[in-house]
């Protein structure tokens, strides 16, 4: 399962940012932009998070415990790209309310430069955010099997680490962020068509708004079990019992597989709920891609070598 989670996603990433690069629609909306961050971050963590652990129990391979520098890397930019993605659809939530708000004074909240300093505050936030995973994720010998393991070494960041940073601010937060912005967006997208808006921006501001409340929907989905999980381990603590550690395990790895899949997600809910995202699509790719590859081929053959 998880191989095909990432083969879909590395088909599914770059074709939606290419989608949003390439139309001028999209590159002038702050939603998109949004959006594009997103997918560019999500493809990222196919490669940071569920590669990794896909060598891990697939194949038995953990490159944390072998390297020092990977350990340190990878959970640094596991948590990077998460927390910077869950902002990012968050934000973009946030941002079709206010495109979809009846008073002209939110309005101005919807536009690209306003969105490029979000994103900057966001990544640089979240980077910084980071740097104790560097400082205090070490390789320790492991009691039972005497070799290195990849592990939290500070008792207070490891506090942090289960009773915040996994519970609140990979779950909880985004959840409740996503949802109340979520459901202001579809209150405000019912009444749309009664408002003085060009036909062009009426239709951009519906097809992004079905597009982010569904994959805000996705979300909750992915991430709530994930949330459940963290709290049940919190409370419950280590299990001794052979049989229990077996099945929680195998229960973690559904959870885990199942977390994944929103960050491969998005170009098949996309396609699945709007229309016109898979008439620009096709657009994107065989008009203007393909059409353009063919004609520089055709002008390459053209040219006749010099004597």
Not at 6 to 27: E, K, Q, Y
Not at 61 to 84: E, G, H, T
Not at 94 to 111: E, G, K, M, V
Not at 190 to 219: C, G, N, S, W
Request: aromatic letters at 16%; a positive charge; charged letters at 10%.
């Amino acid at each position: 399962m998880g191989i095909s989670l990432f083969i879909a996603g590395l088909i599914g990433g770059p074709l939606v940012i290419i989608v949003f690069l390439s139309l001028r629609t999209f590159r002038r909306s702050s939603c998109a932009f949004y959006l594009t961050i997103m997918s560019v971050v999500n493809f990222a963590q196919l490669f940071t998070g569920l590669f990794s652990y896909i060598m891990l129990y697939g194949f038995s391979i953990d490159w944390s415990n072998l390297s020092l520098l990977y350990c340190k890397c990878r959970l640094f930019s596991v948590q990077s790209n998460s927390l910077i993605s869950f902002t990012c659809l968050c934000l973009a939530t946030i941002d079709q309310f206010l495109a979809t708000c009846s008073h002209p004074r939110w309005h101005q909240y919807n536009n690209i430069t306003f969105a490029r300093y979000m994103v900057i505050g966001t990544i640089i936030f979240w980077i910084s955010h980071g740097i104790p995973f560097i400082l205090y994720y070490n390789h320790t010998l492991s009691s039972v099997t005497n070799t290195p393991i990849c592990m939290i070494t500070n008792t207070i960041f490891y506090r942090y680490f289960y009773s915040f940073y996994l519970p609140v601010l990979t779950s909880i937060l985004p959840i409740t962020i996503m949802i109340i912005f979520g459901v202001l967006s579809y209150r405000n997208i019912q009444r749309i068509d009664h408002r003085t808006i060009p036909l062009v921006r009426r239709e951009l501001d519906k097809q992004l708004t079905v597009m982010v409340l569904v994959q805000v929907f996705y979300a909750v989905l992915a991430l709530t079990p994930q949330l459940i999980y963290s709290y049940y381990s919190l409370i419950t603590g280590t299990s001794t019992d052979q049989f229990t550690l077996i099945l929680i395990q195998s229960i973690r790895n559904i959870i885990t597989m199942f977390y994944y899949t929103y960050f491969m997600s998005s170009l098949y809910i996309y396609t699945s709920v709007s229309k016109r995202f898979r008439q620009q699509l096709i657009y994107v790719l065989f008009t203007l891609h393909y059409n353009r590859w063919s004609l520089l081929k055709r002008r390459n053959n053209r040219i006749e070598p010099q004597a």
